[in-house]
């Protein structure tokens, strides 16, 4: 199987390095090129398929006009924003810049792998906390606002909601965290009422609408 091929994108020669190197002691992943900022991305692109890492700050520094360019013009990048944090606008920035996923700040080394590996694979992975803002997001706009409130979901119901996005059944759930099939029902419907969703496949469909 071919390794993941990975490009870094930080304004901080330091840090890239040190991504660098942690990335590529990881097994079947590649860093094919470093960057510091979108000028160099768009100047010397990787040419095959590739998940492009860049660090939320230094896209910051840049702002959108800059990092927009590198989501249309590079088809084969598939961007992750890492070192996001906490924080809905952070998330939503990502999103508005053409980002396929996000990473927060708080991330564990196998948490951004899961992400890169589920981005190189086509698959959609994002966490509950940024899953809880975009539909947070959405409803707002669907509501003509420029923006709502995060909706609050408790440590239990955010780990209902990232097996849902998953595409765990109840009774899956329910094995997966030793919980019994209607406690499992009564949390999927608090989640779905909570975020104004009418059922489950709304979660996969707003993680599916997020892909370019």
Not at 67 to 89: S, T, Y
Not at 116 to 144: K, M, N
């Amino acid at each position: 199987m071919d390794a993941i091929l990975v490009a870094i994108v930080h304004g901080s020669r330091l840090m890239r390095d040190g991504v660098k190197d942690t990335l590529e002691q990881q097994p079947g992943i590649r860093v094919g090129a470093t960057y510091s900022n979108a000028g160099e991305v768009l100047a010397q692109p990787l040419a095959q398929p590739h998940v492009l890492l860049y660090d939320l700050a230094s896209a910051r520094q840049e702002g959108p006009a800059q990092i927009m360019p590198v989501h249309a013009r590079l088809p084969q990048a598939k961007i992750l924003m890492f070192n996001v944090v906490d924080d809905d606008q952070a998330i939503i920035e990502c999103v508005r810049v053409g980002a396929s996923g996000c990473v927060l700040q708080d991330a564990s080394i196998e948490d951004l792998l899961t992400a890169i590996r589920s981005l190189a694979a086509g698959i959609p992975h994002t966490s509950a906390r940024v899953i809880t803002s975009l539909f947070s997001y959405v409803a707002g706009l669907q509501a003509g606002e420029e923006r709502m409130q995060p909706v609050p979901l408790t440590k239990r119901e955010e780990q209902i909601l990232e097996l849902m996005a998953e595409g765990l059944s109840n009774k899956d759930i329910a094995q997966r965290l030793q919980l019994q099939p209607q406690t499992v029902k009564n949390y999927v419907h608090l989640v779905l009422q909570k975020l104004d969703l009418r059922n489950r496949l709304d979660v996969i469909k707003l993680l599916r609408s997020g892909k370019r």
